[in-house]
T-cell receptor
Framework: KQEVTQIPAALSVPEGENLVLNCSFT??????LQWFRQDPGKGLTSLLL?????REQTSGRLNASLDKSSGRSTLYIAASQPGDSATYLC??????????????FGPGTSLSVIP | KAGVTQTPRYLIKTRGQQVTLSCSPI?????VSWYQQTPGQGLQFLFE???????NKGNFPGRFSGRQFSNSRSEMNVSTLELGDSALYLC??????????????FGPGTRLLVL
């Protein structure tokens, strides 16, 4: 059974710092891994999607890496800003040849960037 | 393109009542997935509909049901509400759905409070 964990559960950093969020999953048979951002009480915004054949994806100040063999992904945020404060969730899409399977989310990391 | 819309945004019900939530996907998307998000359990998959058929189902009791119409709009219904059903209900849409390389686009959610 696929399980997704995220470390740390919460993180507080001063503005301008670079930071890394971690995501681990137990089953390497995945289609893709996705990072989302969620602002309080709102829906999810997709940040980066990494296909199983890819090692990393970049978008602006964000860089996500994927190491399927070790079951890990990291989200790197450069030069953090107060507007980056949100909960960050990773989600894996399990791979099955004969049927679709549900997307599994991690519990999230709550990020607070202090001005 | 307009994003995923969900109605209503907020809802208050009492135990034993039933509720129907609505989700309109992005135009052209045929897959709609529903998720429940609570502080204790995080984001959990409820079910996915694709071309009016339920394609996948999470581990929720039969009180949770859904359907999809020919225009891809989807509704989910919860009967005999319990206090523990209080949550943010999110829907997400994509063209081909889960088990593919596509990203999902999330709506803002419906906040349900059961008293």
């Amino acid at each position: 059974k696929q399980e997704v964990t995220q470390i740390p559960a919460a993180l507080s950093v001063p503005e301008g710092e670079n930071l890394v969020l971690n995501c681990s999953f137990t089953d390497s048979a995945i289609y893709n891994l996705q990072w989302f951002r969620q602002d309080p009480g709102k829906g999810l915004t997709s940040l980066l999607l990494i296909q199983s054949s890819q090692r990393e994806q970049t978008s602006g100040r964000l860089n996500a890496s994927l190491d399927k063999s070790s079951g890990r992904s990291t989200l790197y945020i450069a030069a953090s800003q107060p507007g980056d404060s949100a909960t960050y969730l990773c989600a894996v899409s399990p791979y099955r040849k004969t049927s679709y399977d549900k997307v599994i989310f991690g519990p999230g990391t709550s990020l607070s960037v202090i001005p | 393109k307009a994003g995923v819309t969900q109605t209503p945004r907020y809802l208050i019900k009492t135990r034993g009542q039933q509720v129907t939530l609505s989700c309109s996907p992005i135009s052209g998307h045929r897959s709609v997935s529903w998720y429940q998000q609570t502080p204790g359990q995080g984001l959990q998959f409820l079910f996915e509909y694709f071309s009016e058929t339920q394609r996948n189902k999470g581990n929720f009791p039969g009180r949770f049901s859904g359907r999809q119409f020919s225009n891809s709009r989807s509704e989910m219904n919860v009967s005999t509400l319990e206090l523990g059903d209080s949550a943010l209900y999110l829907c997400a849409s994509s063209y081909r759905g889960q088990g593919t390389e596509e990203t999902q686009y999330f709506g803002p959610g419906t906040r349900l409070l059961v008293l």
